[in-house]
């Protein structure tokens, strides 16, 4: 059965610290893997886009790394902003269907 | 125009109402996508559409009811519904349903059935 798991549940840092949220997947075919961020009553925006060859990716502060022997993912998030607090959910693609996880609620702090 | 539009943002209706979500794309995408999310859950699909015909119907009840008058247009009609169907309802569109096409979603519609 394909899962995502993300970890941890939620996160509270203070404003300008640096955290990293897990994603760990059992999908099969892999096709891709997505990191979204979703505000509070909002859509999903989607922050970065990894196919099975690639190992890092950037979006401004936003970093995001693949090991696709381990089946595993990071976000890595530099210099926080109150405007971060969000969800934050992965999402692998298959052929064609996505799993989503659960998603990291992140609430950054003043 | 990189946008999917939902209207209304907000809608609160009884059980023996009917009324229609709407979702509109001018991405010349060709899969257009209805989830249903709960609060502190991950999306749920519950249909695609893929050149204006339905390709997935994730065994969603008949309360609810999808149409695809054009390529761009989405509508959700919903009759009958129940308390349990409050959520947020989020339309994506995708140039194919292939798992290469980034889905682009809208920012929702928050319905509360009374």
């Known amino acids: 059965k394909n899962q995502v798991e993300q970890s941890p549940q939620s996160l509270i840092i203070l404003e300008g610290k640096n955290c990293t949220l897990q994603c760990n997947y059992t999908v099969s075919p892999f096709s891709n893997l997505r990191w979204y961020k979703q505000d509070t009553g909002r859509g999903p925006v989607s922050l970065t886009i990894m196919t099975f060859s690639e190992n890092t990716k950037s979006n401004g502060r936003y970093t995001a790394t693949l090991d696709a022997d381990t089946k595993q993912s990071s976000l890595h998030i530099t210099a926080s902003q109150l405007s971060d607090s969000a969800s934050y959910i992965c999402v692998v693609t298959g052929y064609s269907t996505l799993t989503f996880g659960k998603g990291t609620m992140l609430l950054v702090s003043p | 125009d990189t946008e999917v539009t939902q209207t209304p943002k907000h809608l609160v209706m009884g059980m023996t109402n009917k009324k229609s979500l709407k979702c509109e794309q001018h991405m010349g995408h060709r899969a257009m996508y209805w989830y249903k999310q709960k609060a502190k859950k991950p999306p749920e699909l519950m249909f695609v559409?893929?050149?204006?015909?339905?390709?997935i119907n994730e065994s969603v009840p008949s309360r609810f009811s999808p149409e695809c008058p054009n390529s761009s247009l989405l509508n959700l009609h919903l009759h009958a519904l129940q308390p349990e169907d409050s959520a947020l309802y989020l339309c994506a569109s995708s140039q194919g349903t292939s798992g290469r096409n980034e889905q682009f979603f809208g920012p929702g519609t928050r319905l509360t059935v009374l």
């Open positions: 559409y893929s050149y204006e015909k339905l390709s």
